[in-house]
């Protein structure tokens, strides 16, 4: 349901908070690697973490308005999971500018640009943690990572852009099958 038209960023400001999409458990979303990094962090300059399960406290969804507003307040969003096929919620965190903290997996390797629109790290709490402080102590980089991050959707996730390119790719394999079955 991205849609990069949806979910521009809206002017909110950032608050000190890192934003996390998933269960606290369930191992597979990385929880505990966001538990181990905070405690690294000296209290007086740890950020708040807010926490988004898939459902809210009445087991409703929340609205795509109420997760993008999420977003829009966050420095940063970690996505720490152990496998991640593909994943909406870095997609979804750069299309409403904000910047991702994301482990190395297939999914992300794919869609965030390293150093560029956020960060790839490894299982680490100790990387996590440091890529967290970044933020924390200069939220500017938050914005203007975030803006490349929102470029980047626009540019190379565009709904619209990738069935068109699916299309294209069709079209020129089936052209390509009727030359050969000839």
């Known amino acids: ?6 979910t521009k960023g809206s002017g909110i400001k950032k608050k000190k ?6 269960s606290k458990d369930v191992w597979n979303d990385g929880y505990d690697l966001v538990e181990k990094a905070l405690k690294l962090i000296p209290k007086n300059k740890r950020p708040v973490v807010k926490i988004v399960s898939w459902s809210n406290k009445n087991n409703e969804r ?17 996505c720490l999971s152990r496998l991640e096929t593909f994943g909406l919620v870095p997609l979804e965190s750069m ?3 904000t910047p991702v903290i994301a482990t190395k997996v297939s999914g ?12 790839l790290v490894d299982f680490d709490p100790s990387e996590i943690s440091e890529k967290i ?11 203007d ?3 490349k991050a929102r470029d980047h959707i626009v540019e190379s996730w565009d709904w619209t852009k990738l069935i068109d390119d699916l299309e294209k790719n069709l079209v020129s394999f089936v052209g390509i099958k009727q030359k050969y079955s000839r």
């Open 95 to 97: 299309a409403s500018g």
């Open 1 to 6: 349901h991205f849609r990069s038209n949806r």
């Open 62 to 78: 929340l609205t795509d308005e109420d997760l993008v507003k999420e977003y829009n307040k966050s420095l940063v969003t970690l």
């Open 17 to 22: 908070q890192v934003f996390f999409v998933g």
């Open 133 to 143: 402080l970044y933020f924390t102590k200069s939220p500017k980089q938050s914005y």
């Open 108 to 119: 992300h390797r794919e869609t965030i640009n390293d150093g560029k629109t956020g960060f």
């Open 145 to 147: 990572m975030g803006n």
